[in-house]
């Protein structure tokens, strides 16, 4: 639980604070906006929630945050929050909150279909997650984007049986039990309006998840800005190869969707699929060396 104690100097007055556990993963900004803010290299609350809406969305970020680096002043009752998640971002995809320390607080997603839910990343297992999880069909697939996003895939596996599914270039001794190992550069149609993507860049066997032409989930190949201005890729967080990473994103021009979903970074929704085609070549050419410009 957070400390009052070690709260941080630059937090609003008031009833929320985050303390000095805070890793930044940036978790707390994207559920409660405007109340939790970046701040020399940290999150911070800039401002006391206005009304209860507010509020309830603060709590969130409070049972979401991956290190209980939120915390309140007096004692406060959060079990209307937990209750919120699984969270419905679109038609039958939600954000499961409950980040894990073990991902750097990375957003994981379930996605609600007749052919079984599948997980995309791992959530923190909690108990009031899983539960609300099992409430809405359990999972039958978990997709994994990358080696630094698996979290408590192994925990979530024993309760839901789930067919977990990596690139066997990211496959670790942590991983090494995962059912199916995805292989090569070319795309796999997994049935049911799922299409996995490999994309090497950030890692040797980073992969992303299309569904249905209209969500793209990335991992950490691709996302959105805070600020919604639009998208954009890390170079200082690819772990594996920028050329490769840029390659990979060009081969993306191929695919329609107007959501991009990603483990770290905003959520992201353009207008039409052109209107996303149009600025992912914006995003990738600013990847390609100037020469190539």
């Known amino acids: ?64 945050c991956p290190t209980a680096s939120i915390g309140t002043v007096g004692r406060t009752d959060a079990r209307a ?3 919120r998640f699984p969270e419905e971002v679109a038609e039958g995809v939600y954000y499961c909150g409950f980040a894990s320390p073990h991902s750097y607080g990375a957003s994981s997603y379930l996605i609600r279909r007749a052919q079984g839910n599948v997980l995309v990343d791992s959530p923190r297992a909690a108990g009031p ?8 069909g359990g999972v039958r697939h978990m997709f994994l ?45 997994l049935g049911g309006g799922l299409i996995a993507i490999p994309a090497p860049g950030h890692t040797p066997g980073s992969a992303v998840l299309s569904y249905r032409d209209a969500f793209l ?23 594996y190869s920028w050329p490769e990473q840029t390659r990979s994103m060009e ?21 039409s699929p052109e209107a996303m085609r149009v600025e992912l070549r914006r995003v990738v050419a600013g990847m390609r060396p100037s020469r190539d410009r």
């Open 1 to 64: 639980m957070a400390r009052i104690e070690a709260r941080l100097p630059d937090n609003a007055p008031g009833e929320f604070f985050v303390d000095d556990t805070c890793i930044d993963c940036a978790t707390c900004r994207q559920v409660a906006p405007g109340v939790f803010v970046p701040s020399h290299g940290l999150t911070v609350v800039g401002r006391q929630p206005a009304g209860e809406v507010e509020r309830q969305r603060s709590l969130m970020a409070l049972v979401a």
């Open 81 to 83: 929050a937990v209750r």
């Open 129 to 136: 997650l899983l539960d609300a999880i099992e409430r809405l």
């Open 145 to 189: 984007t990358h080696r630094d996003d698996v979290a408590d895939h192994a925990a979530i596996h024993r309760r839901f049986g789930c067919e977990r599914i990596l690139h066997e270039r990211d496959v670790t001794p942590e991983t090494a039990g995962v059912e199916r190992r995805l292989e090569g550069d070319e795309a796999v149609a």
């Open 217 to 239: 989930f990335t991992g950490d190949h691709l996302m959105g800005r805070e600020d919604g201005s639009g998208l954009y890729a890390s170079r200082s967080v690819c772990w």
């Open 251 to 271: 081969r993306l021009l191929e695919y329609s969707f107007e959501w991009v979903l990603p483990g770290h970074g905003a959520r992201y929704r353009a207008a």
